[in-house]
């Protein structure tokens, strides 16, 4: 199995910034795809942005522009540098992983979630 720990939340106000880091381990494979996930309050899951094994990437209309997801294989971490941040971006974030390496989104493994909050 592949074990995703998500690190970097926290409480920001408007137009501030985060990054966002998840480590992995277990069987990850530098093809893997991965991503980030967000769950809504009161909305559901989101795609927020994801990452190809081939280092290509995508991003929600919501966040073009302003997060940009990145890989660093020998440290087996994904990151989500998240700028400009708005009251609707409070979510709890989870990254994600498949095996198959040209996916944005499908994921099979989860992390847990970490809190993002922005408010004035």
């Known amino acids: 199995e592949v074990q995703l720990v998500e690190s970097g939340g926290g409480l920001v106000q408007p137009g501030e910034s985060l990054r966002l880091s998840c480590a992995a381990s277990?069987?990850?494979?530098?093809?893997?795809?991965l991503g980030w996930v967000r769950q809504v309050p009161g909305k559901g899951l989101e795609w927020v942005s994801g990452?190809?094994?081939?280092?290509?990437?995508g991003y929600a209309d919501s966040v073009k522009g302003r997060f940009t997801i990145s890989r660093d294989d020998a440290k087996n971490t994904l990151y989500l540098q998240m700028n400009a941040l708005k009251p609707e971006h409070t979510s709890v974030y989870y990254c994600?992983?498949?095996?198959?390496?040209?996916?944005?989104?499908?994921?099979?493994?989860w992390g847990q979630g970490t809190q993002v909050t922005v408010s004035s």
């Open positions: 990452i190809r094994g081939g280092g290509s990437a």
């Open positions: 994600a992983q498949s095996a198959n390496s040209s996916v944005l989104n499908g994921y099979d493994y």
């Open positions: 277990g069987f990850i494979c530098r093809n893997d795809a």
